[in-house]
């Protein structure tokens, strides 16, 4: 047996499947690892145990679901969950339990697992490999483990052996996973929108199966006035195993949503990164309050990969939805000023469009605030002023530091003429998550909570000023480092690459040492023009952790080329 780990550095641990490799079906330069009867791999992140990420119930249950969408038969062998205890004893849980899918209630049929075992003492701070061998018959199965925790004894006194869980809280690098389920003693269960379970399952599939390509990655929707656009990465062309597949290997991804009886339901397909669902379809209505939406690729043999991320329509959507930009009336018009208007970035992938009327010299300032933000699963908010084709006047990230961007700039003179005959245009204000929007690809669109946030803006004229911070030249290149400085360890760069009638540019985007040495390719390849953002994880191209210490980026693209100082601190 071999073991290949993917996503080392994420928080928490996905599904783990072992699975017989196919032998005819290897590439002579995969014999070696072909000879070995059972491959194991792990689809969604390793685990990396960080003793404060952690989680309990005070009675009930911690549960988490599994879409097993393997051609069976195949068998559980195993479940693999973290606990800890803050004085070192066993971490003791009333009951653990496998369960099926209940599509009565769309839940864990606690009532009568397939498996179960009682007082179990778990690791005081480590891992438990949990024996199932369960043979699966069943096409699409979903299974639940459940963790049911002891009450706690009444406040003030917290017990030092109450056993904790582990999990993904503060940052969900790959996103949200709608698989985690806070359940009460009587069984009824709460999904819990911020976190995502450390649960794995192992199984051992039968041949002739074999390991379906990557999941699908970061999924995300945006409201417009007739659908919602789901756009999402189409995955590589690797099996889940860790094996190159043919190039073009996926067939096409499929939309598919959670019904209430837990069930997955196909709601549209498409090869192009873009799933569209209409609103305004009387035969195919879309669905009111909120529902769960996932991607699922289909690799040439039909196998089927595991769901992606979540992306949840119909929850904590504002009252300015839709405000997208497909047509100009979509964006919501901010009355002058506005102060602390209260809007949402929901659902995940959400990009909100507002128009500013102003004329050439009226000086814009305009504020995007979280509200409320606990220090875990913040948004973490970006803004743009743009022309209405699309050039962009001026930008923020998180200048202030508090991931709260602000604008504050000249709108400026189109021609000459304009200086002595101004006249109102209309201008967009794009605000949205900086992980969840199209400007960066390799972001994940992430379910925020709380996903609020109030918008300032207001308009000044004349301003005996010719520019602001973050004011870019009319059609001109912009590159700016846009924090934090120092980074610890993620650096953020904007870049605008200007339309002028070029469709899009050649792009290089690489990070040096102060002695002129690659450290790391961030972008490589031809990119549209319009904004775009590059982050830096602090790592070189072979994924090891960069010292602390001063580097620079540089872009080059066309014929712009520039440099910004980044500074990692650890």
Not at 161 to 188: K, Q, W
Not at 278 to 297: E, H, I, K, R, Y
Request: charged share 15%; glycine share 8%; hydrophobic share 35%.
């Amino acid at each position: 047996m071999y073991a290949l780990r993917r996503f080392a550095r994420l928080p928490f641990v996905g599904f783990t499947f072992v699975l017989p490799m196919i032998w005819t079906a290897v590439a002579p330069s995969q014999s070696r690892e072909a000879q070995q009867p059972v491959a194991r791999f792990t689809s969604r992140a390793s685990l990396v145990l960080v003793p404060t990420i952690v989680t309990d119930r005070n009675g009930g249950f911690r549960v988490k679901r599994f879409d097993l969408p393997f051609t069976p038969p195949y068998t559980i062998n195993k479940i693999t969950f973290p606990t800890f205890t803050f004085n070192g004893v066993p971490a003791r849980f009333p009951s653990l339990r496998l369960c099926e899918l209940d599509p009565a209630t769309g839940n864990a049929n606690l009532t009568a697992p397939i498996f179960r075992i009682d007082n179990f003492a778990g690791s005081p701070n480590g891992v438990n490999d949990i024996p199932i061998n369960i043979t699966i018959n069943d096409p699409d199965k979903v299974l639940f483990w459940a963790l049911e925790f002891p009450l706690r004894p009444p406040a003030p006194i917290f017990p030092n052996n109450h056993p904790f869980i582990r999990m993904d809280f503060t940052t969900l690098e790959r996103g949200y996973f709608g698989n985690d389920y806070s359940t009460s003693a009587a069984g009824v269960p709460a999904l819990t929108i911020d976190r995502n379970l450390a649960f794995s399952l192992t199984a051992q599939m039968g041949a002739p199966a074999q390991a379906p390509i990557v999941p699908v990655r970061n999924l995300g929707a945006n409201h417009t006035v007739t659908n919602y656009t789901f756009s999402y990465a189409n995955p590589t062309d690797k099996r889940l195993d860790g094996f190159d597949l043919p190039p073009a290997s996926t067939h096409h991804v499929n939309l598919v949503r959670r019904l209430p009886s837990g069930l997955l339901q196909l709601e549209g397909s498409s090869t192009t990164g873009r799933i569209t669902r209409s609103t305004t379809d009387t035969t195919n209505a879309f669905p009111g309050g909120p529902q769960l939406w996932f991607a699922q690729a289909v690799d040439n043999a039909g196998n089927k990969s595991l769901t992606s991320n979540v992306t949840i329509t119909g929850f904590n959507e504002d009252a300015d939805e839709p405000n997208g930009i497909r047509l100009l009336e979509e964006a919501k018009v901010l009355p002058i000023p506005s102060s602390n208007r209260p809007e949402t970035y929901a659902p995940a992938g959400d990009q909100d469009y507002y128009v500013i009327n102003a004329s050439p010299g009226d000086q814009i300032t305009a504020t995007a605030n979280s509200t409320n933000p606990d220090g875990f699963n913040n948004q973490d908010l970006v803004m743009f002023l743009m022309e209405t084709n699309g050039d962009v006047i001026a930008f923020d990230d998180d200048s202030n530091g508090n991931l709260n961007p602000t604008i504050t700039t000249t709108v400026p003179f189109k021609k000459d003429k304009e200086k002595s005959n101004p006249h109102a245009r209309k201008l967009f204000l794009l605000v949205t998550d900086i992980q969840g929007s199209a400007l960066i690809p390799t972001g994940t669109p992430q379910v925020r909570a709380p996903s609020t946030y109030n918008l300032s803006a207001n308009v000044t004229t004349p301003v005996a000023v010719a520019g602001r911070a973050g004011s870019i030249v009319e059609g001109a290149f912009a590159f700016k480092n846009t924090g934090p400085n120092p980074a610890n360890p993620h650096a953020k760069m904007i870049y605008v690459l200007p339309r002028n009638g070029e469709a899009g540019y050649g792009v290089k985007l690489r990070i040096y040492d102060v002695n002129g040495r690659l450290v790391r390719k961030l972008v490589d390849g031809n990119q549209p023009a319009g904004p775009h953002v590059a982050v830096w994880d602090g790592t070189d191209d072979a994924g090891r952790g960069v010292a602390s210490g001063h580097y620079f980026a540089r872009i080059d693209a066309g014929q712009y080329s520039e440099k910004v100082g980044v500074t990692i601190l650890k």
